[in-house]
């Protein structure tokens, strides 16, 4: 079925695979590109949340818990001594400014209620648990409020430091114990993990960006793909009705040289003919014409005997029937008929140009047109003179060499015009100018030596004459000329 669609038609259905096998993959890779940037810029955000509150449990640990124990023996000031307090509090009022981050210090187990961990939060907790060497987890999480990226960092086993404020809780605090009660947050083990720091940053808009920008994307690429498949697809369309034009012109091309060479072989033939015809009946009608009037010298002066007399007697007759095929072969040839009408030379050129086409391209060979700007007009043949000026033409293409040059020129007056074809090629030796217009004579190999003298020969039909100048190395220049108009006895032997 495929096979069987035009050329034009195939292109348009590759131009749509291209498009319809593109278009997701190119949305697809833009859409990766878009949400890799938005989860980039979210983990930078959440790491650098994470990092400010790592910060804070670091300094309340190493710098203000020494030095409330130093001035305030036997004291545990919450909201300035417990690390997960003052983390928390710090990320509250960091969330006043960035009230969609979220930051959670999360437990299995916590003092304070509101650092419970929930289901999401206890599976990482456990993978944590069960994966001491993994200290981070990232994905995706959404919530009743959007579509959350989140970073989930692993807590710090407790250590024997630890163990004051959540071992026994006889000898916790008092501070810790009235706050949160003697049994959440305690008897925990050394090296015991149990919690994460959390950080939640929405991701849902900039993830809604990223398609919204693929869905304008998709609609660009769309568009500007029919547009590109407009303009393709009209430039093609252009270039193969052209392609289409010019096939069907060579067709003529190949069409009109065939029938120009169907009648130059008519035409060679019949001149041929013609000339053998003339020839014979030249050589013929002497020598019948000397016997029988050799017979009949004898036949009137001698004295013969009857059977010799008759004998002669019919040997005359057969000489006289010889005389009489002459005659038919010359009245045969008197009885040739073509058609003659006036023609514009300028125009015959054109027409002829278009069958050299092919071996012109071929060589690389210029051809320069000098026509006369007023038509050249004249009484011939249109199809003898098309036969003789392409033939004159094809022996100019042929002895050019490849990057040459040919100038074909017309001109009148008021008596004749003349059509001037010259090239730059090998030229002609001077010695064998007077014989090229002869019949069966050729300078090129595997030729036969018809085709100048049938010119001449149609010229000559046309009361006009060729010419030519040439010289070795330079090149050669055929003139034509043919009269404006016949005499009078002229066209009464065109019309016998």
């Known amino acids: 079925m495929l096979r069987d669609l035009s050329p034009k038609k195939k292109f348009a259905l590759l131009l749509i695979a291209i498009y319809v096998i593109s278009l997701p993959i190119i949305s697809t890779l833009t859409y990766i590109i878009l949400k890799d940037n938005a989860v980039r810029d979210a983990y930078d955000a959440g790491k650098l949340l994470l990092s400010t509150v790592e910060a804070v449990k670091h300094y309340v640990a190493e710098e203000l818990r020494p030095v409330f124990y130093k001035e305030m023996p036997g004291r545990f000031i919450v909201e300035g001594m417990s690390r997960s307090y003052v983390a928390g509090d710090i990320a509250r009022r960091v969330q ?37 060497e993994l200290k981070e987890w990232r994905g995706f999480r959404t919530r009743p409020d959007g579509e959350y990226y989140v970073i989930a960092r692993a807590g710090q086993p407790f250590t024997a430091d630890c163990l004051l404020c959540h071992g026994d809780p006889s000898v916790a605090p008092k501070e810790l114990v009235e706050r949160y009660g003697p049994t959440a947050g305690f008897n925990k083990k050394i090296g015991q993990l149990e919690d994460a720091t959390f950080v939640y940053i929405p991701i849902g808009v900039p993830l809604a960006a990223a398609r919204k920008v693929v869905a304008i994307f998709i609609g660009l690429y769309t568009l500007s793909f029919g547009i590109i498949l407009i303009i393709i697809n009209v430039h093609f369309t252009r270039l193969y009705n052209q392609s289409e034009a010019d096939k069907k012109r060579i067709e003529e091309i190949n069409l009109e040289l065939m029938d120009l060479n169907r009648d130059m072989e008519s035409i060679i033939s019949e001149r041929t003919m013609n000339l053998i015809a003339l020839s014979v009946a030249d050589r013929v009608r002497n020598p019948a014409t000397a016997i029988a009037g050799t ?89 003898l003179i098309r036969v003789a000026v392409l033939h004159v033409l094809k022996n100019a293409v042929e002895a050019t060499p490849p990057g040459g040059a040919i100038t074909i020129a017309t001109s009148s ?13 090998r030229g002609i030796p001077e010695e064998e100018i007077p014989k090229i217009f002869s019949l069966f004579y050729s300078t090129k190999k595997h030729r036969i030596g018809m085709g100048l003298p049938l010119v001449k020969q149609i010229l000559e039909e046309h009361k006009g004459a060729i010419s030519v100048e040439s010289i ?3 090149g050669s220049a055929f003139l034509i000329t043919l009269p404006v108009r016949w005499s009078e006895q002229e066209l009464e032997g065109k019309e016998k």
């Not at 187990?109 to 999401?120: G, I, K, L, Y």
């Not at 009137?300 to 059977?307: C, G, I, M, Q, V």
């Not at 095929?325 to 009885?335: A, M, P, S």
């Open 96 to 132: 006043k400014e960035h009230p969609n981050d979220k930051y959670i210090n999360a437990s299995l187990s916590p003092m304070n209620p509101q650092n419970a961990a929930d289901e999401f939060q206890s599976g990482i907790i456990n993978t944590f648990i069960r994966n001491r």
């Open 472 to 474: 070795v190395g330079r």
């Open 295 to 383: 017979f009949n010298r004898i036949l009137r002066k001698e004295a013969l005997s009857d059977p010799l007399r008759e004998r002669l007697s019919d040997l005359m007759l057969e000489a006289q029937k010889l005389d009489a095929i002459v005659k038919d072969y010359e009245t045969i040839l008197r009885g040739r008929q073509i058609m003659f009408r006036v023609e514009d030379l300028n125009e015959i050129v054109r027409s002829v140009l278009p069958l050299m086409e092919s071996e012109r391209k071929e060589k690389d060979i210029e051809i320069t047109l000098r026509l006369a700007e007023k038509p050249p007009r004249c009484v011939v043949n249109r199809q």
């Open 413 to 425: 007056d008021e008596d004749h015009i003349s059509l001037s074809i010259a090239d730059t090629g």
